[in-house]
């Protein structure tokens, strides 16, 4: 009988990888009034483009219910606005304001650090193994959440990059 240890276990790994990410970030980050939870939305927004709280949501692969109290608290802190959706007067289009976009270039520089700390030590070869090896593991997972009924499949950020 093989000992079960969680704690070694690669998905434990990946989510403790995951949230000292977050950590890290959100510590750096804080001095700029933004969190690491808000990076995907900044990131899919950051092309200037206006999206739907279901069309965030969908990218981020984040519920309605959780989209919904992140955008109000980005609207809080001036980080997007909202216009009416020329076709549906139900929706409302969510874009960044101008402040969360002067905000981009010093966020995207605290994510860079906090990526090259965490590869400290790392050679080229080992990241880009580590890249191909992490793309086919969400691969995996995204098939079987998609073979279980769950709709939240689509869960690469459009900023990948500067999400983590």
Do not use: C, Y
Not at 49 to 66: D, F, H, N, V, Y
């Amino acid at each position: 009988m093989t000992d079960w240890r969680p704690e070694a276990a690669p998905a434990q790994l990946i989510n403790h990888a995951a949230r000292l990410f977050a950590l890290l970030h959100d510590s750096r980050l804080r001095a700029l009034g933004i969190t690491a939870g808000q990076i995907p939305v900044l990131g899919t927004l950051s092309d200037g483009s206006a999206l739907t709280q279901k069309e965030l949501a969908t990218r981020s692969s984040g519920g309605q219910p959780a989209m919904a109290e992140l955008l109000a608290r980005m609207q809080r802190d001036g980080l997007i606005q909202r216009t009416p959706h020329p076709h549906d007067r139900r929706s409302s289009l969510v874009a960044l304001t101008d402040r969360a976009l002067s905000l981009l270039p010093e966020a995207r520089t605290v994510l860079s650090q906090g990526h090259a700390d965490a590869l400290t030590g790392f050679d080229e070869d080992e990241i880009q193994h580590l890249a191909a090896l992490l793309t086919r593991l969400i691969a995996n997972l995204e098939q079987a959440v998609a073979s279980a009924g769950d709709s939240r499949t689509d869960s690469t950020p459009t900023e990948q990059s500067d999400s983590d």
